[in-house]
């Protein structure tokens, strides 16, 4: 019996691998799954790990503006300066209304209008109220608008004092009284062609807007500290209505 068993030939080891019924990996000429292939797009930079660029008007408020807010105004603690929160944008559009809806190319070339201006969708608004007198009822779309915040809303104020405001025909500064008790500041446009990003030849009318400034923290003085320490193109005092103070 001894004999027998060392003539019989050794046992080969079991190999791993599928079992009986299954496919092998790679059969077929098929990819294996769970990914372990090289992504179609392997090659292209991801976007989500490119380094933030701050926009400038944000570097300046937090190196020059904060720090003169500190020095003149006495207000050294970061958190006791007042802020930008946030930039509202709207255009109304009621007075195209005819019965009780907006013309599409109306409302289109409204809606491309702020697209292209702020780089966000913007919302349109329905009336609370019906009012008579201005041929509005409840529930009829009449404007839209768009809030902007944090990295859009540096870029944008950045392009409307650099770009926007020189191409103001006869522009002679804005208004520096135009602020409410918390500091907030609001102006008008009267026409959309003052943005570089808006082609005239292919607009069908012509309309303004009108942009808020919100701060926190903040009052008419120190608002006004801020915008003009970022560039913010006011009315000089020999320009205002009355001749020279």
């Known amino acids: 019996m001894a004999d027998d068993k060392k003539n019989k030939p050794d046992q080969q ?3 791993d691998g599928p079992q009986k019924g299954g496919r092998p990996e790679g059969a077929g000429g098929g990819k294996p799954k769970g990914g372990s292939g090289k992504p179609k797009h392997a090659d292209a930079p991801d976007a989500s790990t490119e380094p933030r660029v701050e926009p400038r008007l944000q570097t300046r408020f937090k190196t020059h ?11 050294r603690n970061p958190m006791q300066q007042p802020r930008l929160e946030k930039i509202i944008v709207n255009i109304n559009m009621g007075r195209h209304l ?26 349109v608004l329905k009336a609370k109220k019906s009012v008579s007198n201005f041929k509005v009822r409840e529930g009829v779309e009449t404007a839209a608008m ?12 950045d392009r409307f004092i650099n770009l926007a405001c020189p191409r103001i025909k006869d522009f002679r500064g804005l208004n520096d009284e135009a602020f409410d008790k918390q500091g907030n500041y609001g102006c008008g446009l009267t ?15 012509t309309h303004g807007m009108n942009i808020s400034i919100g701060f926190k923290k903040s009052s008419p003085k120190l608002s006004r500290f801020i915008l003009s320490e970022l560039g913010f193109p006011f009315r000089k005092p020999e320009e205002t209505k009355g001749g020279k103070k």
């Open 146 to 157: 768009v809030t902007l915040r944090r990295d859009r809303m540096w870029h944008f104020l």
């Open 13 to 15: 080891p079991k190999k």
């Open 65 to 75: 503006v904060r720090q003169k807010l500190a020095d003149e105004l006495g207000l």
């Open 191 to 205: 026409e959309q062609g003052v943005f570089p990003e808006i082609n005239m030849a292919e607009a069908t009318f």
């Open 98 to 123: 005819e019965g009780t809806k907006i013309p599409a190319n109306v409302k289109q070339t409204v809606l491309d209008t702020i697209v292209k201006v702020t780089g966000q969708k913007p919302v």
